[in-house]
């Protein structure tokens, strides 16, 4: 995916307060408009103005544009960091078709529902927007339920028409068991409503981060399980730690690395609970003293072990 520089696309400056980029956008229309242009790539250009101009002339838009966007060059090859737009809050919804970039950017920003007017021709009352914002959280936090104080960035027009972020911080109680991809509401936590509107609501989509033991997969949870040669051929209880608590593991006499222990219901504890999958992985002592070393020549010749052999003897 190629980077595109929607400022030069339009001829301002990075800095243009909104109304120059309204007054660009208007300019460069009239002049390229397929109804009226006898410019051969008329509408290829107007497609790409009116691409720069749903993102520059939108303030949420542009706030995240200038912050992924700040360090490329145009056709140069782009490709959004991971989770780039968590902390961004938007509000609206974006139903454009343009180019990938775009799509990539904000095919999924702002996902609030507009509200329309209530009451009847005597007074305007309008719920407020709903707003959208993606958060991060640690696994921790999903399993076992927290309270935290995030940090949410949100777009804003000075006086002179620049557009620039603002921040401001939530304590949100986070439930036990929410899951990777989940929608929680925060009542009237979105855009303040006309009149005696209520405000809107603020949408918090949940995402965890990557753990170090653990990998997510829905509401389940896999770990590698290291055991024992001895663990893997006799059986054995071992002990899994499972954040506050430890549970204890059976493993079935003659386990073989590379072998799967499903755990149900002890995953992520949602309101259908997940699974525990082990990753079983036998692991070899090293034989770093004598003693060691008469084991393993031991094993070598009583065993008689080969297991390259079809039949593993």
């Known amino acids: 995916m190629q980077y595109k520089d929607y400022y030069q696309i339009l001829g301002v400056n990075r800095d243009a307060a909104q109304a120059d980029i309204k007054k660009a956008f208007r300019k ?23 691409e720069a101009n749903a993102v520059l ?16 060059r ?34 999924k920003m702002g996902t609030g529902e507009k509200r329309g007017r209530e009451g009847d021709n005597r007074s305007f009352h309008s719920r407020g927007e709903d707003h959208h914002a993606k958060i991060m959280l640690d696994l921790e936090d999903a399993f076992l ?3 935290r104080q995030i940090s949410l960035r949100t777009p804003n ?31 009237g936590k979105g855009s303040p409503g006309v009149g005696d509107g209520k405000p809107g609501d ?31 051929v006799l059986g054995a209880m071992v002990p899994v730690n499972l954040f506050e608590n430890d549970i204890r593991v059976r493993i079935p006499e003659g386990t073989q690395s590379g072998q799967q222990l ?9 309101k259908t609970p997940g699974d525990l999958i082990l990753d079983l992985q036998v692991v070899l002592p090293s034989a770093t003293t004598q003693k ?22």
């Open 145 to 147: 339920g927290a309270t």
């Open 292 to 313: 060691a070393r008469e084991i393993y020549e031991s094993m070598a010749r009583e065993l008689a072990f080969n297991p390259r052999n079809d039949n593993g003897s």
């Open 74 to 107: 145009p056709g140069e090859e782009f490709q959004p960091p991971p989770n780039w737009d968590a902390g961004f809050e938007f509000s609206g919804a974006n139903n454009a078709d343009f180019s990938d970039l775009f799509s990539q950017l904000f095919g």
């Open 28 to 50: 460069l229309a009239r002049k390229f408009h397929p109804d009226v242009s006898k410019e051969v790539d008329a509408e290829a250009r107007m497609k790409e103005l009116n």
């Open 262 to 270: 499903r755990l149900r219901g002890k995953g992520i504890p949602s």
């Open 157 to 187: 027009v000075d006086a002179q028409g620049h557009v620039g972020l603002i921040t401001h911080t939530l304590n949100v109680k986070i439930p036990k068991g929410v899951y990777e991809g989940q929608i929680m509401r925060l009542v």
């Open 57 to 72: 002339s939108d303030t949420e838009k542009r706030a995240a544009y200038d912050q992924l966007g700040q360090n490329y």
């Open 202 to 232: 603020l949408l918090l989509e949940l995402h965890i981060n990557p753990h170090p033991r653990f990998r997510v997969d829905g509401c389940n949870l896999y770990i590698k399980l290291p055991v024992t040669p001895w663990e893997a």
